[in-house]
């Protein structure tokens, strides 16, 4: 980034704060400290236009609520990021309903939580768009945990994209075939609170809290309604398919290990459509 980024961080805890700048330092953003509401207020007064994030940690009870709120009422334009341990779904529904889409539960992937800050940041960066690297099995770990505690349930889901012809090189044909606007045309159909993440150069992890498996059809269908939009758009993506795999916990499996092997099943049980010559 060429230009630092003005984010402002707001806990009445400076440990909370100093482990926030810690995960972001790598990127060049300049931080601005809150311990309560009159100093968060009066940093935006300050900065008027020039914040351009808030991130907050909190536990959602009424008075955090209410903070937000205030939060959002004199920073409306500055996308508010907040961070939570709270798991349990009817604060989360409760926070949605209030329209505080861009939520993080902890504990997460340090690499996941850089990414949410970077998008919010740069929505419209079109030059970065580097392969996510990050420990899949912690982070799956991590939200079965979570889901445990909370009592809800959570599905995964893996996305890929394949070739119905074994002699098309699909990584250089992938590339080649804009890669990067797949990934974003179906990223865009998910909530904030969920996690889309590209795993490997051909597929896509998403990770959906409180989707049971009603609801992981009607994402399925999303993404192959979208899918097909995409490849009526785009000659290069007539000869490309894609594969999709839900596992959910804890119907389908306790463990990261037994879901992971299901889903892998899933995808690789799916194959290209044949093609038909038509005879005369």
């Known amino acids: 980034m060429q230009n630092k980024k003005n984010i402002m961080i707001h806990d009445n805890l400076n440990v909370v704060r100093n482990k926030v700048k810690e995960i972001l330092k790598e990127e060049e953003y300049f931080f601005l400290e809150a311990s ?118 959570v599905s995964i889901l893996m996305s890929k994209v394949i070739s119905p012809d074994d002699n098309i090189n699909l990584e250089e044909y992938i590339y080649k075939i804009e890669l990067k606007g797949i990934y974003e045309g179906l990223e865009s159909l998910f909530w904030e609170t969920d996690v889309f993440l590209k795993y490997s150069f051909d597929t896509f992890i998403g990770v959906f809290p409180f989707c049971d498996k009603n609801n992981t059809q009607v994402i399925l269908d999303k993404i192959n309604k979208k899918f097909e939009l995409m490849k009526e758009g785009s000659e290069n993506l007539q000869e490309i398919n894609l594969t999709n795999s839900f596992v959910t916990y804890p119907e389908d499996g306790l463990e990261y290990e037994e879901l992971f092997q299901k889903m892998i099943e899933g995808t690789t049980a799916q194959k290209p459509e044949e093609k038909t010559i038509n005879q005369t």
């Open 36 to 153: 309560s509401l009159l100093e968060s207020i009066n940093i935006l007064k300050d900065y008027e236009d020039k914040l351009d994030m808030i991130i907050i940690d909190v536990d959602f009870n009424e008075e955090d609520f209410e903070v937000i709120r205030k939060l959002k009422d004199k920073s409306k334009d500055t996308p508010i990021l907040v961070i939570t341990a709270n798991n349990k779904k009817e604060t989360i529904m409760q926070a949605i309903n209030e329209g505080i889409t861009n939520i993080m539960l902890k504990p997460f992937e340090q690499v996941v939580f850089q990414q949410k800050v970077f998008k919010l940041l740069m929505p419209t960066e079109t030059e970065i768009f580097e392969e996510v690297t990050f420990n899949l099995e912690n982070f799956i770990t991590s939200e079965l945990s979570k889901a445990k505690k909370g009592n809800y349930e």
